[in-house]
C-alpha cells in the first residue's frame, strides 16, 4: 500500500495537492527558521528576506493555479475555498510581501534578529490564510492563534524600544482576554449543535434539533447559540480593533514597527472577516438569529463608525491616527455584515443566494480596497519618515512632490465619498451603502454617510498640511529624525517605492474596474492554470 | 472483549480504586515516617545541629532568592514541550486502542500522523539548540 | 457514594482556594492553588471525564505552577506587612464581583441547564457504557482521523510559541551580539 493510500484510507478527503498552498508555507516557514538558526555569518543572513518573500509569492501561485477544489469542502471537512476566501488570502499575502521588503531595513537598522523576524511574517501569513479558508471552528480558533502569537511578537521585536514592549503588553494582554471570550463562544456553539463544522452547524440549525449518540435527537437551545455567538463576536471584535473593543489599537499602531502595523492594519483584519463571515453564513440559517444579532453586529458597526471618526479627528501623530481611521473603516463592513445577517428573514432561495453573494463581493472588495489603502498611506509614511507627528507633513509637496501625490491618493481614497475621478476607496463604500440601502437599512447608511463626510475632516487636514502649508525646517528635521531611526538600505527602499507605484495604480484600476477582481476569482474557479 | 483492561468503561467505584489505595499508601508512607521517627532516635538539639545545614558552609541571606530570567525561559519551554507531552499521550491511546489496533494499517497511519507532527517540533528544538537557549554557560 | 466523595472534595477545594486567597506568602499561596488544580482534577474524574483530569495534573499543576513559582521568584516579592489603601478598597470590590459572579453563574446553571444537557449527557454517558470504551478512546481516535488538520496545526502553534518565547526573552546589545535579557536583571 503507498503512503497516499495508508493516508486516504483513514482520512478520506485529503489530497496533498489539495493543501498545497499550506505545505508551502509551512515548508518556506521553517527554512527560514533553520537557514538563520544555521549560519554563522551575517552576509548569508541577508538572503532571509529572499527566502521569506519567495515563499509567499510561490503561495499566490499555488492559490492561483487552483490547487484547491473549489466551493467543495476538503481536507476532512475542514477548510473551503470560495471567492471570499481565496482573494483574501492572495491579499494577506501581499501585506506580508510587503512586509517583508520593509524588513531589511527595520532589521539592519533597530537589529533585530532577523531569522526570527521572516519567519514570523510567514507565520502570520499561514495563520491568516488558514482562517480565511477554514470551515471549522478548532482550526479558525488555532490558526488565529497562530497569527496573533506571531504579531505579538513582531509588535515587540524591536527589544531596545520601550513602546514597542510597551505595545507588545498590551496587545498580548487584551488579545488573550479575547481569545478567551472567542474560545468560551466556540464552546458554547459546540454545546448547542455537538459540532464544529460550519456545514453541519448550517445543517443542524436548519432541522432545529441535534442528533443524540443513541439516535435521538434534542431540541436546540437557542439562548446557548445566542450567547455562544455573543462571545465569539466580542472576540473577533477585539481582534478586528470595532469600538468599543478598539482601545488597543492607538497604542499598538505607534509603538509596533510600520511593517508589523501593516500586517496587523490589514492581514489581521481580513483573516478575522473572512472568518466572521463564513460564520455569519452558517448561524444565519436558523430563522431567530437574525433577531437578536442584527442588533448586536448592528450596534457595533454605528458605534465604530462614529467613535472611530471622531478619534481621529483629535490625533496628531500619524499613526494613531490611521489606528482610529481602521476602527472606522471596519466599522463600514460590520455594516454589512450586518446586512448579511439580516437577509435571510428579507429573501429567500436563489434570490437569498444572490443576494448573499453580492454582499460578500461588496464586503472582500471593500477589504482588499483598503489593504491597498493602508498599505499606501503606511507604506509612504515609512519611505519619507513621517510615521510620527503630523506637523511634519508640513508642505512635504515642495520637498518630495511624489510622496507627497502617492500620501494625497491614499487619503482622497480613504474619505471615499463625492470625490472624482472614482478610487478603490469610493467603489467600496458605494457598493457597501447601496446593499446597505436596498435590504432597509437607510438609516445606518445614512450615518455612515454623515461619518465619511467627517473622515474627509483629517484626512483632507493632511492633504491641506502637505500642499498648502509652507515648509518649515522643523518638519524636515521630524522627519529627517524618523527616517534615521528606521531607513537606510536602498534596495528595500527601492522596491518598497515599487510596490507603492503599484498600490496607486491598483487605487485607480479597482477604482474604475472593481469588476475586475472578481475575474481573478472566476479565473481560479475554471482553474485557468491548472 | 478487551486486550487493555484499563481502556474498558467501568463504573467508577472500581476504577480508581488502584489510584485510590496508591495514594493512601503514599500518604501513610510519607505522614508515617514523620510521625514515628522522633520515637526510635534519640533527640538531643544543640547550636550547631539546629543551623540549616549546606554543605559545610553556613547559608547566607533567606532561600527565597531572585531568580535568573533564564530559569523562566526554561520553564516556558518545559510548559510548551509539556504541551506536547498531552497530545502524545492521546495519540498513543489512539493507536494502543485495541479497536483500532484490529484495523489493517492503523498503526502505519498513526505513526506517519506522529511523525508529521513531531518533525515540526523539532524544528524548533533545532533552532533552540542553535541559538544557545539550551547552553546554560552562554 | 459518589455524593460523600463529592462534597469530601468540594470541601478540600474550597479550603485550598481559601488557602490562596488568605496566605500572605506568596509562594504558599501558589502551592495552595496546586491543590486547587488537583482537586479539580479529582472533579473531573468524578464525572468522568479522565482527558481534562490528566491535563489538569499535568499542564496546570506540573508546568504552569512551576511558571507561577519563577516568576514569583523573579519579582522577588517579599511579605507585605501592612496593605495600602488602594488594595482595601480592590478587596471589597473584588468580593462583590465575585459574589454576583457566583449568584450569576448559580442562576444560569439553574435555568440554561433545565432543557437538553441532561439528556444529552446520560445519552453520552449510556453509549460509552454500552460500547465500553472510555471517553478518552474515542476522543483520542478523532484526534487523529477527523480532527487530523487542527492537530497538526497545534504543532505549528506550539513552534511560534517556541520562537516568541525565545525572541521576547532576549535581546541584542549595540554589536549585534545575543545577550538575554536576565544579564541586564543581575
Same mark, same amino acid.
Given at each position: 500500500?503507498?503512503?497516499?493510500?495508508?493516508?486516504?484510507?483513514?482520512?478520506?478527503?485529503?489530497?496533498?495537492?489539495?493543501?498545497?498552498?499550506?505545505?508551502?508555507? $509551512?515548508? /518556506?516557514?521553517?527554512?527560514?527558521?533553520?537557514?538563520?538558526?544555521?549560519?554563522?555569518?551575517?552576509?548569508?543572513?541577508?538572503?532571509?528576506?529572499?527566502?521569506? *518573500?519567495?515563499? $509567499?509569492?510561490?503561495?499566490?501561485?499555488?492559490?492561483?493555479?487552483?490547487?484547491?477544489?473549489?466551493?467543495?469542502?476538503?481536507?476532512?471537512?475542514?477548510?473551503?475555498?470560495?471567492?471570499?476566501?481565496?482573494?483574501?488570502?492572495?491579499?494577506?499575502?501581499?501585506?506580508?510581501?510587503?512586509?517583508?521588503?520593509?524588513?531589511?531595513?527595520?532589521? !539592519?537598522?533597530?537589529?533585530?534578529?532577523?531569522?526570527?523576524?521572516?519567519?514570523?511574517?510567514?507565520?502570520?501569513?499561514?495563520?491568516?490564510?488558514?482562517?480565511?479558508? !477554514?470551515?471549522? $471552528?478548532?482550526?479558525?480558533?488555532?490558526?488565529?492563534?497562530?497569527?496573533?502569537?506571531?504579531? #505579538?511578537?513582531?509588535?515587540?521585536?524591536?527589544?531596545?524600544? !520601550?513602546?514597542?514592549?510597551?505595545?507588545?503588553?498590551?496587545?498580548?494582554?487584551?488579545?488573550?482576554?479575547? !481569545? %478567551?471570550?472567542?474560545?468560551?463562544?466556540?464552546?458554547?456553539?459546540?454545546?448547542?449543535?455537538?459540532?464544529?463544522?460550519?456545514?453541519?452547524?448550517?445543517?443542524?440549525?436548519?432541522?432545529?434539533?441535534?442528533?443524540?449518540?443513541?439516535?435521538?435527537?434534542?431540541?436546540?437551545?437557542?439562548?446557548?447559540?445566542?450567547?455562544?455567538?455573543?462571545?465569539?463576536?466580542?472576540?473577533?471584535?477585539?481582534?478586528?480593533?470595532? %469600538?468599543?473593543?478598539?482601545?488597543?489599537?492607538?497604542?499598538?499602531?505607534?509603538?509596533?514597527?510600520?511593517?508589523?502595523?501593516?500586517?496587523?492594519?490589514?492581514?489581521?483584519?481580513?483573516?478575522?472577516?473572512?472568518?466572521?463571515?463564513?460564520?455569519?453564513?452558517?448561524?444565519?440559517?436558523?430563522?431567530?438569529?437574525?433577531?437578536?444579532?442584527?442588533?448586536?453586529?448592528?450596534?457595533?458597526?454605528?458605534?465604530?463608525?462614529?467613535?472611530?471618526?471622531?478619534?481621529?479627528?483629535?490625533?496628531?501623530?500619524?499613526?494613531?491616527?490611521?489606528?482610529?481611521?481602521?476602527?472606522?473603516?471596519?466599522? #463600514?463592513?460590520?455594516?454589512?455584515?450586518?446586512?448579511?445577517?439580516?437577509?435571510?428573514?428579507?429573501?429567500?432561495?436563489?434570490?437569498?443566494?444572490?443576494?448573499?453573494?453580492?454582499?460578500?463581493?461588496?464586503?472582500?472588495?471593500?477589504?482588499?480596497?483598503?489593504?491597498?489603502?493602508?498599505?499606501?498611506?503606511? /507604506?509612504?509614511?515609512?519611505?519619507?519618515?513621517?510615521?510620527?507627528?503630523?506637523?511634519?507633513?508640513?508642505?512635504?509637496?515642495?520637498?518630495?512632490?511624489? %510622496?507627497?501625490? /502617492?500620501?494625497?491618493?491614499?487619503?482622497?481614497?480613504?474619505?471615499?465619498?463625492?470625490?472624482?475621478?472614482?478610487?478603490? *476607496?469610493?467603489?467600496?463604500?458605494?457598493?457597501?451603502?447601496?446593499?446597505?440601502?436596498? #435590504?432597509?437599512?437607510?438609516?445606518?447608511?445614512?450615518?455612515?454617510?454623515?461619518?465619511?463626510?467627517?473622515?474627509?475632516?483629517? #484626512?483632507?487636514?493632511?492633504?491641506?498640511?502637505?500642499?498648502?502649508?509652507?515648509?518649515?525646517?522643523?518638519? /524636515?528635521?521630524?522627519?529627517?529624525?524618523?527616517?534615521?531611526?528606521?531607513?537606510?538600505?536602498?534596495?528595500?527602499?527601492?522596491?518598497?517605492?515599487?510596490?507603492?507605484?503599484?498600490?496607486?495604480?491598483?487605487?485607480?484600476?479597482?477604482?474604475?474596474?472593481?469588476?475586475?477582481?472578481?475575474?481573478?476569482?472566476?479565473?481560479?474557479?475554471? *482553474?485557468?492554470?491548472? | 472483549?478487551?486486550?487493555?483492561?484499563?481502556?474498558?468503561?467501568?463504573?467508577?467505584?472500581?476504577?480508581?480504586?488502584?489510584?485510590?489505595?496508591?495514594?493512601?499508601?503514599?500518604?501513610?508512607?510519607?505522614?508515617? @515516617? =514523620?510521625?514515628?521517627?522522633?520515637?526510635?532516635?534519640?533527640?538531643?538539639?544543640?547550636?550547631?545541629?539546629?543551623?540549616?545545614?549546606?554543605?559545610?558552609?553556613?547559608?547566607?541571606? @533567606?532561600?527565597?532568592?531572585?531568580?535568573?530570567?533564564?530559569?523562566?525561559?526554561?520553564?516556558?519551554?518545559?510548559?510548551?514541550?509539556? =504541551?506536547?507531552?498531552?497530545?502524545?499521550?492521546?495519540?498513543?491511546?489512539?493507536? @494502543?486502542?485495541?479497536?483500532?489496533?484490529?484495523?489493517?494499517?492503523?498503526?502505519?497511519?498513526?505513526?506517519?500522523? =506522529?511523525?508529521?507532527? @513531531?518533525?515540526?517540533?523539532?524544528?524548533?528544538?533545532?533552532?533552540?539548540?542553535?541559538?544557545?537557549?539550551?547552553?546554560?554557560?552562554? | 457514594?459518589?455524593?460523600?466523595?463529592?462534597?469530601?472534595?468540594?470541601? &478540600?477545594?474550597?479550603?485550598?482556594?481559601?488557602?490562596?486567597?488568605? +496566605?500572605?506568602?506568596?509562594?504558599?499561596?501558589?502551592?495552595?492553588?496546586?491543590?486547587?488544580?488537583?482537586?479539580?482534577?479529582? +472533579?473531573?474524574?468524578?464525572?468522568?471525564?479522565?482527558?481534562?483530569?490528566?491535563?489538569?495534573? &499535568?499542564?496546570?499543576?506540573?508546568?504552569?505552577?512551576?511558571?507561577?513559582?519563577?516568576?514569583?521568584?523573579?519579582?522577588?516579592?517579599?511579605?507585605?506587612?501592612?496593605?495600602?489603601?488602594?488594595?482595601?478598597?480592590?478587596?471589597?470590590?473584588?468580593?462583590?464581583?465575585?459574589?454576583?459572579?457566583?449568584?450569576?453563574?448559580?442562576?444560569?446553571?439553574?435555568?440554561?441547564?433545565?432543557?437538553?444537557?441532561?439528556?444529552?449527557?446520560?445519552?453520552?454517558?449510556?453509549?460509552?457504557?454500552?460500547?465500553?470504551?472510555?471517553?478518552?478512546?474515542?476522543?483520542?481516535?478523532?484526534?487523529?482521523?477527523?480532527?487530523?488538520?487542527?492537530?497538526?496545526?497545534?504543532?505549528?502553534?506550539?513552534?511560534?510559541?517556541?520562537?516568541?518565547?525565545?525572541?521576547?526573552?532576549?535581546?541584542?546589545?549595540?554589536?549585534? +551580539?545575543? &545577550?538575554?535579557?536576565?544579564?541586564?536583571?543581575?
Amino acid at each position: 500500500m503507498t503512503t497516499l493510500a495508508l493516508i486516504q484510507a483513514y482520512v478520506p478527503n485529503i489530497h496533498p495537492a489539495h493543501i498545497m498552498p499550506f505545505l508551502v508555507m $509551512l515548508v /518556506g516557514a521553517i527554512l527560514c527558521l533553520i537557514f538563520d538558526a544555521m549560519s554563522d555569518k551575517q552576509g548569508s543572513r541577508d538572503l532571509l528576506p529572499w527566502v521569506a *518573500g519567495s515563499t $509567499l509569492v510561490a503561495t499566490i501561485m499555488s492559490l492561483l493555479i487552483g490547487f484547491m477544489p473549489y466551493n467543495r469542502l476538503f481536507a476532512e471537512e475542514t477548510f473551503r475555498a470560495d471567492t471570499f476566501s481565496v482573494l483574501g488570502s492572495i491579499t494577506i499575502m501581499l501585506a506580508c510581501l510587503l512586509a517583508v521588503i520593509m524588513g531589511p531595513a527595520l532589521v !539592519s537598522r533597530r537589529n533585530i534578529p532577523s531569522g526570527e523576524f521572516y519567519t514570523l511574517i510567514v507565520f502570520v501569513a499561514f495563520g491568516g490564510m488558514t482562517m480565511a479558508l !477554514s470551515n471549522e $471552528l478548532l482550526t479558525a480558533f488555532i490558526a488565529l492563534e497562530i497569527m496573533s502569537l506571531s504579531l #505579538y511578537v513582531l509588535t515587540g521585536i524591536d527589544r531596545r524600544s !520601550s513602546r514597542a514592549s510597551e505595545a507588545a503588553f498590551k496587545y498580548f494582554i487584551l488579545g488573550a482576554f479575547a !481569545s %478567551a471570550f472567542l474560545v468560551l463562544g466556540i464552546g458554547f456553539i459546540f454545546g448547542a449543535t455537538h459540532t464544529t463544522h460550519l456545514h453541519e452547524i448550517a445543517a443542524v440549525l436548519g432541522e432545529g434539533s441535534v442528533d443524540l449518540v443513541n439516535g435521538g435527537a434534542a431540541a436546540l437551545n437557542p439562548i446557548w447559540i445566542f450567547v455562544g455567538f455573543a462571545l465569539l463576536f466580542v472576540g473577533m471584535c477585539f481582534k478586528l480593533s470595532l %469600538a468599543p473593543f478598539h482601545m488597543w489599537a492607538p497604542d499598538v499602531y505607534e509603538g509596533a514597527n510600520t511593517p508589523t502595523v501593516v500586517m496587523i492594519a490589514t492581514s489581521s483584519k481580513i483573516a478575522a472577516f473572512a472568518l466572521m463571515v463564513h460564520i455569519v453564513a452558517a448561524l444565519a440559517r436558523w430563522d431567530l438569529f437574525a433577531e437578536g444579532a442584527t442588533y448586536l453586529v448592528g450596534f457595533v458597526a454605528l458605534v465604530s463608525m462614529i467613535w472611530g471618526n471622531l478619534g481621529a479627528l483629535v490625533q496628531s501623530n500619524f499613526k494613531r491616527m490611521m489606528a482610529y481611521s481602521s476602527v472606522a473603516q471596519t466599522g #463600514y463592513m460590520a455594516l454589512a455584515l450586518m446586512v448579511l445577517i439580516a437577509l435571510p428573514g428579507q429573501l429567500e432561495g436563489a434570490k437569498l443566494a444572490a443576494a448573499e453573494e453580492a454582499i460578500k463581493n461588496a464586503i472582500v472588495l471593500y477589504l482588499v480596497g483598503y489593504t491597498v489603502m493602508s498599505a499606501l498611506a503606511l /507604506g509612504i509614511a515609512w519611505l519619507i519618515g513621517g510615521e510620527g507627528h503630523m506637523a511634519g507633513y508640513r508642505g512635504l509637496v515642495f520637498r518630495n512632490p511624489i %510622496a507627497a501625490t /502617492g500620501m494625497a491618493v491614499a487619503m482622497f481614497s480613504l474619505v471615499g465619498i463625492g470625490f472624482t475621478p472614482p478610487t478603490i *476607496g469610493f467603489m467600496g463604500k458605494f457598493y457597501l451603502f447601496k446593499e446597505a440601502v436596498q #435590504y432597509n437599512f437607510t438609516a445606518l447608511a445614512a450615518i455612515a454617510v454623515v461619518t465619511s463626510v467627517i473622515s474627509a475632516f483629517y #484626512y483632507l487636514n493632511l492633504v491641506v498640511t502637505m500642499f498648502m502649508r509652507e515648509e518649515t525646517e522643523e518638519a /524636515g528635521v521630524r522627519l529627517a529624525c524618523m527616517r534615521e531611526q528606521t531607513f537606510r538600505l536602498a534596495s528595500s527602499d527601492a522596491l518598497t517605492r515599487v510596490a507603492m507605484a503599484s498600490c496607486t495604480a491598483l487605487i485607480f484600476l479597482l477604482g474604475f474596474f472593481p469588476n475586475s477582481l472578481f475575474l481573478i476569482a472566476d479565473a481560479i474557479k475554471e *482553474g485557468f492554470l491548472r | 472483549m478487551n486486550a487493555i483492561p484499563v481502556l474498558a468503561y467501568t463504573p467508577l467505584d472500581q476504577a480508581y480504586v488502584p489510584v485510590l489505595v496508591m495514594l493512601v499508601i503514599a500518604l501513610a508512607f510519607g505522614l508515617g @515516617t =514523620m510521625i514515628v521517627s522522633p520515637f526510635f532516635g534519640k533527640n538531643k538539639p544543640n547550636a550547631a545541629k539546629m543551623e540549616p545545614y549546606e554543605c559545610g558552609i553556613p547559608t547566607v541571606g @533567606t532561600s527565597r532568592i531572585q531568580v535568573f530570567v533564564r530559569f523562566y525561559l526554561v520553564a516556558l519551554l518545559f510548559l510548551l514541550f509539556d =504541551m506536547e507531552i498531552v497530545y502524545i499521550v492521546v495519540w498513543a491511546l489512539a493507536m @494502543t486502542n485495541p479497536a483500532n489496533a484490529q484495523v489493517p494499517g492503523f498503526v502505519w497511519f498513526s505513526m506517519l500522523v =506522529m511523525f508529521a507532527y @513531531t518533525a515540526i517540533l523539532l524544528v524548533g528544538l533545532i533552532y533552540e539548540w542553535k541559538k544557545g537557549v539550551l547552553n546554560w554557560n552562554k | 457514594m459518589e455524593l460523600i466523595i463529592y462534597y469530601t472534595l468540594f470541601a &478540600i477545594t474550597v479550603g485550598f482556594a481559601l488557602g490562596v486567597l488568605l +496566605n500572605k506568602n506568596t509562594v504558599k499561596s501558589a502551592m495552595s492553588l496546586v491543590g486547587v488544580m488537583i482537586c479539580l482534577a479529582a +472533579n473531573f474524574l468524578l464525572m468522568r471525564q479522565e482527558f481534562v483530569a490528566f491535563i489538569q495534573i &499535568i499542564v496546570y499543576a506540573g508546568a504552569i505552577m512551576v511558571l507561577f513559582l519563577f516568576v514569583i521568584m523573579l519579582l522577588n516579592l517579599r511579605e507585605r506587612e501592612t496593605t495600602p489603601w488602594y488594595l482595601r478598597s480592590t478587596r471589597f470590590w473584588g468580593g462583590a464581583l465575585g459574589l454576583t459572579f457566583f449568584f450569576v453563574m448559580a442562576w444560569g446553571l439553574q435555568v440554561f441547564s433545565a432543557g437538553t444537557t441532561e439528556p444529552a449527557m446520560a445519552a453520552v454517558q449510556a453509549d460509552l457504557a454500552a460500547r465500553n470504551t472510555p471517553e478518552i478512546t474515542v476522543l483520542s481516535t478523532k484526534m487523529i482521523t477527523h480532527y487530523i488538520v487542527p492537530f497538526l496545526l497545534t504543532s505549528v502553534l506550539l513552534l511560534v510559541a517556541v520562537i516568541g518565547a525565545i525572541v521576547m526573552a532576549r535581546r541584542q546589545d549595540e554589536d549585534g +551580539n545575543e &545577550i538575554l535579557v536576565e544579564d541586564e536583571v543581575a
